[in-house]
């Protein structure tokens, strides 16, 4: 009798598992100003435009937007452990560097703190993407060039999947910006999702 309604147990307790809705799998963006949305409306930046894009298209994913405007790839290595375990991403896009190079920081400290993000997602289960990142030719031929390429070298090294300059498509164009120059306004984000999309919808599972 014992076994029987050990059985019983058992069963019941499979079937409200199988009834109980799963848990989406999170997509974490840890980046700067460039994912927070800076100057913009609440939740019109390039991030939640993303959420959207996935609903719309059937994905179950939830995005968790964890940048912060100004931040460094050294702040998002101190930030990133306590998101992880917090959120048990699947896959991680990590926007950061924009501002080491601003301040010139050295471009060896840069690709460390990236391999360190890549390997500390890596080891939580997740599957982390790089962004490349570009500066000013100002800065110089050498530390821009060295910067610009930090990225890739990356990537390629730890075979991480990266999203080629997501600028690029609005680079050279004034109007997409907001009147600082920097920071990409309303209508330009939509083309920063489009050049993200193409690396992340390989990375998703219906």
Known sequence: MTRFFSVVLLCLYSALAAAAPATPPVILVLGDSLSAGYGLPRESGWVSLLEQRLK??????????????????????????????????????????????LRAQPVKALRGNLEKLVGLSRAAGATPVLFEMRIPSN?????????AGVFADT????????????????????????????????????????AVWPTLKPLLAR
């Not at 990133?80 to 080491?100: C, F, M, S, T, W």
């Not at 800065?139 to 910067?147: H, I, L, V």
């Open 56 to 101: 719309t298209q059937g994905y179950p994913h939830r995005v968790v937007n964890a940048s912060i405007s100004g931040d460094t790839s050294a702040g998002g290595l101190s930030r990133l452990p306590a998101a992880l375990e917090a959120q048990r991403p699947k896959i991680v896009l990590i926007e950061l560097g924009a501002n080491d190079g």
């Open 155 to 194: 990537a390629r090294a730890l075979k991480t999947p990266l999203v080629p300059f997501f600028l690029a498509a609005i680079a050279a164009d004034p109007q997409q910006f907001q009147d600082d120059g920097i920071h990409p306004n309303l209508a330009a984000q939509p083309k920063l999702l489009d």
């Open 139 to 147: 800065y110089g031929p050498a530390y821009t060039e060295s910067f």
